[in-house]
């Protein structure tokens, strides 16, 4: 009965509205951006009606699944939504493709059609069973079989992701884990002694790596270290900001962005702060940090624990993405291939994005107890 016990007026009026006006702010900003860029790249013209037609399809979307009671759908389909995400990773392992002269095999193309970055939309999966799971093993999280089962689930999950050749995306994996094990309850003694683990294997693991990682690991925190090389990027998008400004070049201006290889997907923060200045980039953060802090206080308030996990997993993936992509245009992070959350140029990016959002707002369209319907103790 719990499907009709809400009308979709109802529903409608219990979408956190916050959430979705700091995401279309963000959306607005990114097509703006690409569209004063269209015209500096061959394909210009069709990134803006890609990235346009993503977030309408993804706006849809969002409408679509605040809908759905996520509880019913994780009740019934936890299992299949992970068995999915599994076979989604192996299948573009097998099949899949990455950028020219690449080994990386992080995309499923479709010639002639759609590329998808597959990770994209295992995070979403991702989230809502590893939510379920903890949700599950609550009362006993601390017990190291739970710890055990939770760290297979993530671990199979971030191994597949992580072979796929796409190391942004396994830290951006990584980070919702830790972020969702906190939440959950589990005790800092299990931090503490993974953190130690890292320490004492980390000059084991530093000795197997091949020179060239080892490069681009050192060069990422001091590009100047290979400044025509792996430190080109991030020395390119550090002028680009400086030449930016307070006030920015304008809309159709700014020349140093050019410079930068593929400047509209992983660097187009450095855009922004060209075209727009301090008041681009400081928009960005400011709605990117206003929509996080929705999403605590959403948890803080969700009915079920299952709700509130969902909230800070999808906070996590914000909250990660954001940091690495900034860290890696200001020169301060290695390049590792992350999208910067709705304003980076890509299909799947803002459309992934978008999905999260529904799955939130799902859970604040369900936040309040339905008529008959009564809660556990």
Known sequence: MKEFSVSLKEKFRRIDYVILLSVLGMAFLSVLTLSGVAGDSAGGPRRVVVQFAALLLGLFCVFAISMFDYE???RRFTLPLFIVSVAAMIITLLVGTGPEGSTNRCWIEIPGLISIQTSEFVKIIFVLTFAKHIDRVKEKINHPLSVLALCIHGGIITGLVLLTGDLGSALVFAAIM????????????YFAAAIGVIIILFPYVWAHLALYQQQRILVGFDPMLDPEGYGYQPLKSLATIASGGFRGAGYAGGSYYVTIPKYYTDFIFAVVAEKFGFFGVFSYIALMGGLVCRLIILARRARKDCGANICMGIAAIFI?????NIGM??????????????LSYGGSSMLSSLLCIGVIESVASHNQKYYFEREKA
């Open 329 to 342: 245009c200001l020169g301060m992070l290695p390049v590792v291939g992350i999208t910067l959350p709705f």
């Open 178 to 189: 830790a972020l969702m094990l906190f939440t959950g309850g589990l005790s800092l003694w």
């Open 320 to 324: 990660a993405q954001t940091l690495e």
């Open 72 to 74: 019913e759908l994780l």
